[in-house]
């Protein structure tokens, strides 16, 4: 487990030189999960961060941990064999708004139910970034884009509502507009144990609209401390995430006070219940033999 060893942000940052347009907010969100991980200390080769495909999937390899840019939607999925196969890891998995909401969102529903120890990190921008501004799943009713020349038709989805009607346990928000905060939020989502989701409004420079660069966001900013909200009140967290594309609420919108256990917990009491009738290794071979 953990060294005694002190971790910096710096030790955490690979030599990987990120390719993301200059002023994508994604260059902030490396900043605050390097600043996460360096105070909660555990070293880089004990930490498997995942991600799909997507401009934002890109960044595990920004990172000094283990790393797997894996296929379209499909971090949860891998993220969940790797926690399961080696509970120990702490285990982070990103990506972008397309990525978790539209083509991978049928994994959500089933992670937040299993519970495991995994922290999902979503880099929304209510676009698909690096497929070159096509509509995403957040992206709002009557945006035009290369794909929408007449504004789009549908209502975007509310990735706030989604997790916290699906019963996630942790659902919090943050920007770069504040990476201070973010950081903080992204450190407490880490050490919350079991499943923790953090959706954060990153914006595309290149193709996003204005509303949804740092001026827009700092506009719309209103932090859930400084309202007063209580994070345990799950109802209350529901009827402000209602507010996603009006206001920009930063901060946890809700940490349940009394955890379950993890899936991966109830796992290894299962083993350990079930190897208490095994019969000893050695004479495992001789059972097949007899039959
Ligand atoms: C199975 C599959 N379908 C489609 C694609 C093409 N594709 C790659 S990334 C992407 C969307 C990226 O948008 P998002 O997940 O929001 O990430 P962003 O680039 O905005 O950070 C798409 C459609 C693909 N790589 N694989
Ligand atoms: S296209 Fe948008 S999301 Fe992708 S790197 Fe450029 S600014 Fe960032
Ligand atoms: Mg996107």
């Not at 009607?165 to 989502?189: N, R, S």
Request: glycine share 10%; hydrophobic share 40%; charged share 20%.
């Amino acid at each position: 487990m953990s060294a005694t060893l002190e971790y910096q942000a710096k030790d955490y940052k690979s030599e990987l030189k990120p390719i993301w347009c200059p002023g994508c907010g994604d260059y902030s969100v490396v900043q605050g999960i390097y600043r996460a991980l360096a105070a909660i200390g555990r070293p880089p080769h004990e930490i498997a961060f995942i991600s799909g495909i997507g401009c934002s999937s890109r960044i595990p390899g920004y990172t000094t941990a283990y790393g797997f840019n894996t296929v379209h939607g499909r971090a949860l999925p891998i993220a969940q064999g790797i926690k399961m196969a080696n509970p120990d890891l702490l285990v982070l998995a990103a990506g972008g708004d397309g990525d978790g909401f539209s083509i991978g969102g049928g994994h959500l529903a089933h992670l937040v139910r299993r519970n495991m120890d995994i922290t999902y990190i979503v880099m929304d921008n209510q676009i698909y970034g690096l497929t070159k501004g096509q509509l995403s799943p957040t992206s709002q009713k009557g945006r035009q884009t290369c794909t929408s020349r007449f504004g789009s038709l549908e209502e975007p989805v509310n990735p706030l509502l989604y997790m916290l009607a699906y019963g996630a346990h942790f659902v919090a928000q943050a920007c770069p507009t504040d990476l201070a905060g973010m950081a903080a939020i992204i450190e407490e989502a880490i050490r919350f144990p079991g499943f923790a989701f953090v959706n954060i409004q990153s914006p595309c420079v290149t193709y996003g609209e204005e509303a949804q660069q740092m001026k827009g966001l700092k506009a719309i900013q209103e932090s859930l401390k400084a309202l007063g909200h209580d994070p345990a009140d799950r109802l209350a967290a529901m009827d402000l995430a209602q507010q996603y594309g009006t206001k920009m609420h930063l901060g946890v919108f809700y940490r349940n006070p009394e955890p379950p256990a993890t899936y991966e917990q109830l796992v290894r009491e299962r083993q350990a219940e079930q190897m208490k009738n095994a019969a000893p290794r050695e004479r495992i071979l001789d059972l097949f033999i007899k039959k």
